[in-house]
Nanobody, 120 residues
Framework: QVRLVESGGGLVQPGGSLRLSCVAS????????MRWYRQAPGKERELVAS????????DYLDTVKGRFSISRDNARSMVYLQMNNLKPEDTAVYFCHAYYKGWGPATEFWGQGTQVTVSS
C-alpha cells in the first residue's frame, strides 16, 4: 500500500521556522522525484519545491527562494521542507507528492497534507 505521510505543520509567528517531513512507503522511493505543493483557501494548489530522485537537483517557487529548502534521505524514504522566515502568505495546507515518469504514463502519489499557519 502506497503511503505518503506528512508531519511538522503548525502555527508559527511571522519570521519563524518550521520543518515539514514526509515519510514514504509502498513504492520505490529512490526512483521518484519528490515535491511539496501547497494550497491556500480559495486558491489553486501550487508547486513549492521539488527535488530529483538523487537529490542533486532542486527547484523552488520564486516567492520561497532563499527561505525554503527541500532535501531528501533516500535511506529512510523521507523528504523534508525547511521553511524559514515564514510569512502570512505562506499559510496553506502543504502536500507531499511523488512523481515518476518513465517510458509509459506518469505515476504519482499524494499525501493527506499538513496545515501551516503563519500568524501573530
Amino acid at each position: 500500500q502506497v503511503r505518503l505521510v506528512e508531519s511538522g505543520g503548525g502555527l508559527v509567528q511571522p519570521g519563524g521556522s518550521l520543518r515539514l517531513s514526509c515519510v514514504a512507503s509502498g513504492f520505490t522511493f529512490t526512483s521518484y522525484r519528490m515535491r511539496w505543493y501547497r494550497q491556500a483557501p480559495g486558491k489553486e494548489r501550487e508547486l513549492v519545491a521539488s527535488i530529483s530522485s538523487t537529490g542533486d537537483n532542486t527547484d523552488y517557487l520564486d516567492t520561497v527562494k532563499g527561505r525554503f529548502s527541500i532535501s531528501r534521505d533516500n535511506a529512510r524514504s523521507m523528504v523534508y521542507l525547511q521553511m524559514n522566515n515564514l510569512k502570512p502568505e505562506d499559510t496553506a495546507v502543504y502536500f507531499c507528492h511523488a512523481y515518476y515518469k518513465g517510458w509509459g504514463p506518469a505515476t504519482e502519489f499524494w499525501g493527506q497534507g499538513t496545515q501551516v499557519t503563519v500568524s501573530s
